[in-house]
């Protein structure tokens, strides 16, 4: 399984950018999909998750109201649309896929595999 992350970049305060992870794998349908990010000095935390069907969506409080994510199954293709961001957004966001049946979508230790991270940088 490979996971590859994209769409990270440069954005002023207010704006808006939309995440891509992109599977490989003819399971991705079946795969529950969660993001996380890492800031400069902090440990990793969770963003939002969706279940494989997409019927199911998660999100930190801290992101709830600005960010979605969602799914392409047919283009094995995860997304994070975030708007509204801050400055306390920037981060390496990362991609993960689960791929037992997990619940636990907002622990980083349900996840199997990892994407490469994408860096969004957020200026005041």
């Known amino acids: 399984v490979q996971l590859q992350a994209s769409g990270g970049g440069l954005v002023q305060a207010g704006g808006s950018l939309r995440l891509s992870c992109a599977a490989s794998g003819r399971a991705f349908s079946r795969w529950s999909m969660g993001w996380f990010r890492q800031a400069p000095g902090k440990e990793r935390e969770f963003v939002a998750a969706i279940s494989w069907s997409g019927g199911s969506t998660y999100y930190a409080d801290s992101v709830k109201g600005r960010f979605t994510t969602s799914r392409d199954n047919a283009k094995n293709t995860v997304y994070l649309q975030m708007s509204g961001l801050r400055p306390e957004d920037t981060a390496v966001y990362y991609c993960?896929?689960?791929?037992?049946?997990?619940?636990?979508?907002?622990?980083?230790?349900?996840?199997?595999?990892w994407g490469q991270g994408t860096l969004v940088t957020v200026s005041s």
């Open positions: 993960a896929a689960e791929i037992g049946g997990s619940r636990h979508l907002t622990w980083q230790r349900t996840y199997n595999y």
